[in-house]
């Protein structure tokens, strides 16, 4: 997949999770989400945490990862072959 459409599926599928109403979620969880998003798009390896082990920080993008890949999981499922 080129750039351009890569950084746009990631952004709609990052979209479609934020962008309606649901629990408020801290922006270290969101920038997990995006990496869980980002490298699955790519099929790349997910990069380390940006934040210090143990933080609540750490603690938080981890648990973004997580929704991330369900996300993503969630597209593939539905897409229409």
Do not use: H
């Amino acid at each position: 997949m080129d750039e351009k459409k890569a950084i746009t599926l990631v952004n709609e599928l990052f979209n479609k999770a934020f962008n309606k109403p649901r629990d408020p979620r801290s922006n270290a969880y969101k920038a997990g989400v995006r990496a869980a998003l980002d490298a699955r798009v790519r099929r790349e390896k997910i990069g380390g945490c940006p934040y210090s082990p143990g933080s609540a920080e750490s603690d938080a993008w981890f648990s973004g990862l997580e929704e991330g890949k369900s996300q993503y999981k969630d597209y593939l499922l539905n897409l229409k072959v």
